[in-house]
C-alpha cells in the first residue's frame, strides 16, 4: 500500500502541468517528497496519456509525442473548449495548430529529406559564400591599409609643413 493517496498525488503531478508548471526539486522542497518518487508519478501519469511535459516552462521544446498527445486531445474540441484546455494547460492555440500544421506535414523529418542534388546545391552555396566572405575580409584590410597610409601622409606633410598640393 502506498503512503499517498491516490488524490494526493494527482494534485502533484497537477503542479507539475501548466500553467502552475513547478519543478520537481520545488515540489520536493515543499513537500518533503524525495525527488525520485515525483519523478516516477510524472512518468507513470504520462504513461496513463496524461500532458505532463519535460519541460513545463517552454511547450515548444516538448518532444513530439507530448505534441501529439495535445493534437489528439483537442482534435475534437470546439474553438469555446479549446480556448479553455489551452488556458489549462499554459499554451496557446496558435501553437497547437503550428504542431498540427508540422505534424501534418511531418515537418520534424523534413531535415533527412533532402535529395542529393539539394544537399549538393547546399554545399555548393556554402562554399560560394565562404569564398565571398575570404575575399570581402582581404578587400576590407586592404582598404584599412590605404586609409591608415593615407593618414600617416596628412600627418607626415603636416609635420613637415609640406601642403597637400605638392
Not at 515540489?27 to 517528497?33: A, D, L, N
Not at 496513463?48 to 482534435?75: F, Q, Y
Not at 474553438?79 to 498540427?100: D, H, M, N, P, T
Request: include cysteine.
Amino acid at each position: 500500500m502506498s503512503r499517498y493517496s491516490p488524490e494526493f498525488r494527482e494534485s502533484i503531478v497537477k503542479k507539475m502541468m501548466p500553467p502552475n508548471a513547478q519543478s520537481v526539486a520545488s515540489i520536493s522542497r515543499e513537500t518533503g517528497i524525495c525527488s525520485p518518487t515525483l519523478y516516477s508519478w510524472r512518468n507513470q501519469s504520462r504513461k496513463e496519456g496524461s500532458v505532463v511535459p519535460a519541460d513545463p516552462s517552454n511547450p515548444d521544446n516538448w518532444s513530439g509525442a507530448d505534441k501529439l498527445a495535445v493534437i489528439i486531445e483537442t482534435a475534437s474540441l470546439n474553438e469555446a473548449e479549446l480556448s479553455e484546455y489551452c488556458r489549462r494547460k499554459g499554451l496557446f492555440v496558435e501553437q497547437i495548430q503550428r504542431w498540427k500544421e508540422g505534424a501534418i506535414s511531418g515537418n520534424e523529418a523534413s531535415g533527412s529529406r533532402l535529395t542529393a542534388a539539394e544537399r549538393t546545391e547546399i554545399k555548393h552555396s556554402r562554399q560560394c559564400t565562404r569564398q565571398l566572405e575570404k575575399e570581402l575580409a582581404r578587400k576590407e584590410k586592404a582598404l584599412a591599409e590605404a586609409a591608415a597610409l593615407l593618414i600617416l601622409k596628412k600627418k607626415l606633410n603636416a609635420m613637415w609643413g609640406e601642403s597637400e598640393d605638392e
